[in-house]
């Protein structure tokens, strides 16, 4: 079938691509590869992907192109899922003989619910479902797919039998050979990256249990199945000569450091190609590893520290305890390599004093940069669960965006409400970057590099807007 992958039109500056841990607007505009979409598509020869938003690809323009397909497969999520619904009916509009159905961790707990949102809805594909999508592809009987939730010819809803994880990551296709045929790189920037990077998984899967991500509770799973070293070097040596230009490559998997003994012997093939590189870490990394990967072009670590508050980081089931994340911290600084730490704002056990707690930890610990989200209870989540049970998510929030596709502040509890959760946020940014010796580094860096420069005066006008937009809805 001629096959159309779609990341659909949705709010200016939206991140919403299957790379998004969550997926809103930011305090500064960025976007992630659509790497779960990508790896599908590159399953179905002949396929088509459109990444509309970073590539500003506007609804009457894919309406035009709607009549080349034979199947649209659309990359979803909770917060995008109504936005995405009028897009499919809007294409099955154009195209009648259109087969159209969802991909993502929104339809992979709730296929029943998403297809009776609406009858245009063909399909979804549950949990993994690369070889799902492949099967539809190639014109199969969709009784036989396993995975795969749809109307039947009486426009009954059924769901097949659940398709098996997948052992052999070898088998998957690289997706950077879709990235070089259908995306333009230079329109993915990520504030702590270097541009333009490259993004794509080496594994799928987490064994840690957090209660509140997204991937391993709803597609990846909890044990950590990967790729060959071989295989892994080939694709970045392949993605090297593809794109010369590319300053950076990161490594998404949910926790790349997992396994140690991999994590070594791919930096040391790494430095052999000589690229620099940046992955997502957990706060317990030896120091003997950071040497390894630093010494062969490890630059940037992603680490998701959370909460500065022991209790709070219990019962998320991090797995973590806050002195061994300062001595990883304190290992990296001396090291040289570069943190950007990540933070959630509104987790179970919160309060005024767990979050001044937090903000406190982290310009004691001091990462190069910072993000600061607030609790997402995704669907399919432990999060989620308790949230209904407990009361603390109300149907009006369930969505997690506002009517910008801004993330809100969804969760609220007795002695803590949603407006005070929404507005720590913006007390955690200002305090942590207007220091004197945080500003200092900031300007340092623009001054040593024109490029960055240009690039820090832009993020800061975005930044200062996402601060005042704040302050508006103080008021």
Not at 117 to 126: C, G, K, L, T
Not at 209 to 219: A, K, M, S, Y
Not at 236 to 241: D, F, L, T
Not at 245 to 254: H, L
């Amino acid at each position: 079938m001629r096959s159309l992958f779609l990341q659909a039109p949705s709010y200016d500056g939206f991140d919403g691509g299957a790379g998004s841990r969550y997926q809103a607007r930011r305090e500064i505009k960025s976007y992630w590869y659509p790497t779960w979409l990508a790896q599908a598509a590159a399953m179905v020869p002949g396929s088509k992907l459109i990444d509309s938003i970073p590539h500003r690809v506007q609804m009457a323009e894919l309406l035009t192109q709607a009549g080349a397909y034979d199947l649209a497969v659309l990359h979803t999520s909770t917060p995008s899922f109504a936005d995405d619904v009028k897009v499919l009916e809007a294409l099955k509009s154009a195209n009648p003989r259109l087969k159209a159905g969802f991909v993502g961790a929104k339809v992979a707990v709730q296929p029943d619910e998403s297809l009776k949102a609406s009858d245009a809805i063909d399909f979804v594909a549950r949990n993994e479902f690369d070889f799902t999508i492949k099967e539809v592809a190639e014109g199969r009987d969709w009784s036989a797919i396993d995975g795969l939730s749809y109307r039947n010819v009486h426009g009954a809803i059924t769901h097949n039998k659940e398709r098996a994880i997948l052992e052999n990551m070898d088998a998957l296709p690289f997706v950077t050979e879709v990235y070089k045929r259908d995306l333009t790189i230079e329109n993915y920037f990520i504030g702590y990256l270097k541009h333009p990077y490259l993004s794509l998984y080496t594994g799928r899967g987490c064994k840690s249990r957090c209660t509140f991500c997204l991937w391993p509770q709803t597609v990846g799973g909890h044990r950590y199945r990967t790729r060959s070293v071989g295989n892994v070097i080939d694709e970045i040596r392949y993605a090297k000569a593809a794109f010369p230009q590319v300053k950076e490559f990161f490594f998404d998997d949910d926790t790349f450091t997992d396994d140690v003994a991999r994590t070594e012997a791919i930096a040391k093939e790494l430095g052999k190609l000589g690229v620099t590189w940046s992955c997502n870490a957990k706060a317990n990394v030896r120091r003997e590893t950071l040497k390894v990967m630093r010494d062969n072009g490890l630059r940037l670590l992603l680490v998701g520290y959370e909460s500065g508050n022991q209790k709070i980081l219990h019962n998320i089931k991090k797995g973590m305890l806050v002195d061994v994340a300062k001595r990883f911290t304190k290992d990296c600084h001396e090291l040289g390599i570069a943190i950007h730490g990540t933070f959630i704002l509104g987790l179970p056990g919160e309060t005024k004093e767990t979050i001044e707690e937090t903000i406190r930890f982290a310009t004691e610990i001091n990462p190069h940069t910072i993000q600061v989200s607030l609790a997402a209870p995704y669907p399919g989540t432990f999060l989620y669960k308790q949230a209904v049970e407990n009361g603390w998510l109300d149907a009006a929030n369930a969505e997690l965006i506002d009517d910008k596709g801004v993330q809100i502040a969804p969760l609220h509890y007795p002695h803590l409400s949603h407006t005070e959760i929404f507005h720590s946020v913006e007390d955690f940014y200002r305090r942590f970057y207007f220091r004197a010796p945080k500003i200092a580094s900031i300007v340092g860096e623009m001054i040593r590099s024109p490029q960055m420069m240009k690039r820090r005066l832009r993020e800061g006008v975005e930044f200062f807007s996402f601060l005042r937009a704040h302050r508006e809805v103080a008021h």
